[in-house]
């Protein structure tokens, strides 16, 4: 089997981070080089490297992770807005081969991103 990436670390719980949010079905913890005054990450249990990934059957399932990062914007006091970013592939700065959603608010977000 190949060697776990920093998240599938964080979910067998072998390395620490600030978790706000858990279920059976995913986790929210805080960024550990936040781009804002929130940044959170949102990841699903299940092994999807990338959005590239996603199958049909995972529907459920993304619309779960949608509704956990509404609720935990809600809960970070986020009312003013924020944003959802998902980087997909090496073009897409994605640097750890599991699916994330990046929540990030707290400050005034400039567009375009870089
Ligand atoms: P991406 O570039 O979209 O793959 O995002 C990966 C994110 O994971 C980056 O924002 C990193 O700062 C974050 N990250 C890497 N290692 C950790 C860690 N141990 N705990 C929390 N966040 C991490």
Excluded at 64 to 70: E, F, G
Excluded at 98 to 110: E, I, P, T
């Amino acid at each position: 089997m190949s060697e776990k990436n920093v998240f599938q670390k964080i979910m067998a719980g072998e390395i620490p981070a600030d978790i706000v949010y858990e279920d059976e079905e995913c986790l929210a913890f805080r960024d550990i080089a936040p781009q804002a005054p929130t940044h959170i990450l949102i990841i699903p249990r299940k092994a999807i490297r990338s959005v590239a990934e996603l199958e049909d059957e995972d529907g459920p399932l993304i619309a779960h992770l949608w509704k956990v990062i509404r609720e935990v914007a809600e809960q970070s006091g986020l009312g003013e807005g924020y944003r959802v970013v998902v980087n997909c592939g090496r073009d897409g700065g994605q640097e750890v081969d599991h699916l994330h959603y990046h929540l990030l608010g707290g400050r005034s977000l400039q567009w375009p991103p870089g």
